[in-house]
């Protein structure tokens, strides 16, 4: 069986000792409410920038049995949808075993295919694992690494290939009787300054919520805002459209700025956003 080791835990993304990472949530802001969830939207930078808003965003729902996270790939593109074998995935909390009756039904779709290699140096599933497992110990995990072209550069994605895979995932995710949790792993606008990324994500924010994956893709598109996981995020709302979802809430948003201080670098936006009926 593989397993697919805390790689970037290891390279000081987030803390690799047990009782550090577990502090290290423990000490971040916690979301007042929490809600059944069929998807979220989840930042993926290390946890110095981003662990805030992942934090907020997973303390603000229930964490299901069954989990599909999808990740974004930073240096491979892919015609289909990669998708993790049986095995597992080491955390520094403990390992997270792959659902192999979820992934059973996502090899189903013409368009999922096994490739562990696609996974083996991306960081952007692995950081949202931490959390998982902190507030969901017993989940299994299915996990595909999104490589479609992405909508700030030219030769970008079709919004109905978006369309047609989401869907497909969504109507796969129905057969299981017990509720499945959707991951979409994306930071928001890398700018420079910090005025221009927030100017970006201004466009994102003021109609994310309306959770129409189609007006996203024109917003993404037409200001080729440059946020890694928009594919992903679309995915997740088409697919959660199909199981019911009703209404997208936005539960956490700063920049990098906000951290360190400086206006004037390159700047990353944290959006943290769930899904709800």
């Keep these: 069986m593989l397993k697919r080791d805390c790689i970037f835990a290891k390279q000081g993304w987030y803390p690799a000792d047990e009782t550090a990472l577990r502090e290290t949530i423990e000490n971040y802001p916690k979301s007042s409410e929490k809600k059944k969830a069929l998807g979220v939207l989840s930042p993926h930078a290390g946890y ?7 934090n907020m965003v997973y303390s603000s729902v229930e964490i299901p049995s069954r989990v599909l996270v999808l990740s974004v790939s930073h240096s491979e593109h892919f015609d289909y949808l990669p998708l993790y074998p049986a095995g597992s995935w080491i955390t ?11 992934n059973a039904e996502l090899l189903k779709l013409d368009f999922v295919r096994e490739n562990a290699q696609a996974h083996s140096y991306e960081h952007s599933g692995e950081l949202q694992l931490p959390f998982l497992k902190y507030y969901g110990a017993d989940l299994k995990l299915s996990i595909i690494n999104v490589g479609l072209a992405p909508l700030y550069l030219p030769g970008e994605t079709p919004f109905e290939t978006i369309e047609n895979f989401g869907q497909g995932l969504g109507n796969a995710l129905q057969k299981f009787s017990e509720e499945v949790l959707i991951v979409a792993s994306s ?7 910090d005025a221009r990324t927030r100017k ?23 200001h080729r805002i440059t946020m890694c996981g928009g594919i992903p995020a679309l995915l997740m709302f088409e697919a959660t459209r199909v199981l019911g979802g009703k209404k997208a809430e ?9 951290i360190t201080g400086e206006q004037f670098g390159r700047s990353v936006g944290y959006l943290g956003l769930r899904v709800v009926k």
């Excluded at 110095?48 to 992942?54: E, I, K, L, N, T």
């Excluded at 520094?92 to 979820?102: A, S, V």
């Excluded at 930071?187 to 300054?193: A, G, I, Q, R």
């Excluded at 970006?200 to 037409?222: N, T």
């Design 48 to 54: 110095y920038f981003s662990g805030r808003c992942a």
């Design 92 to 102: 520094p909390l403990g390992e997270i075993e792959i659902d192999e009756e979820m």
């Design 187 to 193: 930071d928001m606008s890398h700018e420079t300054p």
């Design 200 to 222: 970006q994500d201004k466009y994102v924010r003021e109609i994310i919520e309306d959770y129409e994956p189609r007006e996203l893709y024109d917003v993404l598109l037409k």
């Design 250 to 258: 936005i539960v956490e948003y700063y920049t990098s700025s906000d």
